[in-house]
């Protein structure tokens, strides 16, 4: 089935990805078609610009989500909050927590955060961001989550990356 016809801003956007990336969007108005669109948009640097105009056009307030969800990861830590601010209020929530995430996960790479207020930090954290610092992070912060981490695979991956 197919969505309601897209706005002008949509389409433009969807035609400079369909530049950008060398494929034609068979059918605009299908939300599975602009799915694929924007997740082959997500590896490419230059399609960046584009993917967001349609991201900020984009009728889907859950479509949009999920591309905002995608690319945070592959964002600059000072981009982010563009892209969060674009989504609907109503799906926001998720993306500025994973946002959030990212920024400490990045902290905890660089020994950002003081690691006497560890303790207190991991408590507060979700479980995706407990497991990938359990991973990524510094030997400290491995020691605190195999010892308080939320769940037994948590501790466990953070017990295990200390060797």
């Not at 982010?80 to 500025?96: I, N």
């Amino acid at each position: 089935m197919a969505d309601a016809e897209p706005s002008p801003a949509l389409r433009d956007a969807l035609r400079r990805l369909e530049e950008h990336l060398g494929r034609s969007l068979p059918n605009p108005s299908d939300g599975h078609a602009r799915w694929a669109l924007y997740r082959a948009a997500l590896t490419s640097d230059a399609a960046r610009p584009a993917l967001l105009a349609a991201v900020t056009a984009e009728p889907d307030d859950a479509l949009a989500s999920g591309v905002v969800g995608e690319v945070l990861e592959r964002l600059p830590r000072a981009e982010r909050d563009t892209w969060v601010r674009v989504l609907a209020p109503a799906v926001r929530a998720f993306s500025e927590r994973r946002a959030q995430e990212l920024g400490t996960l990045e902290d905890l790479r660089t020994g950002a955060i003081d690691p006497d207020r560890l303790p207190r930090l991991v408590d507060d954290w979700s479980d995706w961001l407990q497991f990938r610092a359990a991973t990524e992070a510094d030997a400290t912060v491995r020691r605190a989550l195999a010892a308080s981490g939320r769940t037994k695979r948590i501790r466990r991956t953070a017990a295990e990356s200390l060797g």
